[in-house]
């Protein structure tokens, strides 16, 4: 029973952690053990923490749809309002980290200061969201629901699974892989309920396409996988899910 208490301790602390690192949400924690690394054993429920953010996110979405449900322009407005209540609860901390890193990359390549690059892909980035989720929700309402729930867990897991493959040693270990992953069944499995085979798999493909491509773009400017690079790999990863979902569905 002692031992059952203290795993279970573990994961509460573990989980609140992830959740004030993914949300503005501050959760109470059991205290740390002794030999413990908070920051390094939280990144294993960060999915997990996707799974809260992608719960409001489908969950404003259904009520702006069934208020909008008359209205051709409904799909788009769930959209939108769907992604503004995610940035409330994040702080739009990610959105914020690619800005940056555009901004940083964009700097190292030609001398001089702010270059509108960090400003163009966030704008990208959140009309795609917006314009992916609609599309979605106009062709299948569960599938848009599952979607939302789906993309924030495995964009989240994205980070994790890149910077074990990058440095086996250094980066996030096996077991913290396998419980990231771990997060992602049921996501996965209702995205499978909800409007079949090909929307999950064709969704995994946009995801996986846009995690390589960032990786290679990443490779030929060699520097540590810092918060900005995750960043920006988990939000490339959540629009290539969306995008997929919206071939898919």
């Not at 914020?96 to 509108?116: D, H, K, N, P, W």
């Amino acid at each position: 029973m002692r031992g059952l208490r203290g795993t279970l301790n573990d994961f509460v602390r573990q989980f609140a952690l992830a959740l004030q690192r993914a949300t503005r949400l501050q959760a109470a924690s059991a205290p740390a053990g002794p030999e413990d690394d908070p920051m390094r054993t939280s990144a294993r429920h960060l999915p997990g923490a996707g799974a809260v953010v992608g719960l409001l996110s489908a969950f404003v979405f259904a009520v702006v749809a069934l208020l909008l449900q008359a209205n051709p322009a409904g799909p788009a407005v769930a959209a939108l309002a769907s992604l503004l209540a995610v940035l409330v609860l994040t702080g739009a901390a990610q959105e914020s980290e690619v800005f940056r890193l555009a901004e940083r990359m964009a700097q190292g390549a030609a001398e001089g200061g702010g270059t509108g690059l960090g400003t163009i892909a966030l704008v990208l980035l959140l009309a795609g969201r917006i314009v992916t989720v609609a599309a979605i929700g106009e062709m299948s309402e569960p599938g848009v629901l599952a979607a939302l729930l789906a993309a924030p867990v495995i964009s989240r897991f994205a980070p994790l699974l890149a910077s074990h493959w990058a440095a086996p040693e250094g980066g996030e270990g096996a077991a913290t892989v396998r419980v990231a992953a771990l997060w992602c069944l049921v996501p996965l499995a209702l995205m499978l309920l909800a409007n079949g085979v090909a929307f999950l798999l064709v969704a995994l493909f946009g995801a996986a396409v846009a995690w390589i491509a960032l990786l290679r773009f990443f490779r030929q400017r060699p520097a540590s996988f810092d918060e900005e690079r995750a960043a920006g790999l988990q939000q490339a990863c959540e629009l290539g899910f969306y995008l997929g979902a919206a071939l898919g569905a």
